[in-house]
């Protein structure tokens, strides 16, 4: 689980808004240089102090965690032995091979290792991230904006464990901490019965090609209506006239919709470079995955009817190919023009209706 601590220690008089919001988006901690801020938060969030000056104050004001720099981390700590109600943290900053170095062993070592990188590059966190693996403490690496906090909860897939941020204004407490819970919940797939199979004529389909490799049991959902749709496989599986491409998806009709983060739609229509859609595998656990292109083109299109087991109807449209293809049950790889009524694909049966993406109860007929 991924977690934000809020830096407040430059706000000036946006303070009380900004913590506010954190305690309220329950942020999971709050850093300050004033023991006298940290005394008025709730026990809801921990309280850290960061004195980069390396000077305990006499009054810590509750706080949970001490942050300081390597040359008083150590003093503070043993100064400190016998209160088991204040934990420390190391603070590095790293600007060459040496800091380096210290920020591994901190990471490998310590219960809490804030790190702060000079440069832009994104290399010397992953070696500090290599160099914890296993580790049981945690890497907090500071960040300059919520677009950062982002790549660097994705660093060697794994990711810092927390985020240290100064917020700029009223809502980068939100933005960050929905950054860090960016992993996507999982889906409960059904099996569906195919009903009928009908070679519809032309039209466009969209094959949505990605900035990652799909698994061979992973693809994306697809279908005609918000509230039912099929898994539809990625190109991952040799065919006969052509080399595999595991990072598209073959997905359907333009108007076709399929699922973004957040539980969010969209239409394949409207996808293109930098999108984000969902990668789900037959077990129902999700990814997200950023488009890298959109190929839109005339050619045949086969509509698939199906059913579910609690009676709801699900259809989609998709190029009438044999190499475009659709999970089954167990992995089942099955190419969409040998489909025939009785045979089972997995989907996926959204409850709500959809305004312009967005998940909504109101009422909505689709047919």
Sequence with gaps: MKFCWLDVRGVGDRREAIVEEAVHQRVAGIVSDDPAV???????VRKVLFREDGQMPEHLGGADIVVLAEEAHDVARRAAQGDTG???????????????????????????????????????????????????????????????????????????????????????????????????????????E???????????????????????????LVGSHSKGMILCVSETHPLPYMPTRPFRVNAGAIMSYTLSKNGRTNYLSELKAGSKVLAVDIKGQTRVAVVGRVKIESRPMLMVDAVAPNGATVNLILQDDWHVRVLGPGGTVLNSTELKPGDKVLGYLPVEDRHVGYPIDEFCLEQ
């Design 38 to 44: 940290l005394e008025s938060l709730p026990p809801t």
């Design 86 to 192: 204040v934990e420390f943290a190391r603070y590095v900053e790293v600007v060459d091979a040496d800091t380096l170095e210290r920020a591994c062993t901190a990471a490998r070592t310590e219960r809490w290792t804030v790190v702060r990188f000079a440069d832009p590059t994104k290399i010397p966190l992953e070696i500090v991230l290599a160099a914890a693996s296993g580790a049981e403490g945690s890497v907090i690496t500071v960040s300059g904006g919520v677009e950062e906090a982002e790549i660097i909860f994705g660093v060697l897939e794994h990711g810092s464990d927390g985020v240290m941020m100064a917020p700029r204004e009223v809502g980068d407490a939100t933005k960050l901490q929905a950054a860090a819970q960016e992993r996507q919940d999982d889906l409960d797939l059904v099996e569906l």
């Design 194 to 220: 195919v009903t009928r199979i009908t070679h519809v004529g032309m039209g466009e389909r969209a094959c949505v090609d990605t900035c990652t490799y799909f698994r061979e049991d992973e693809g994306i």
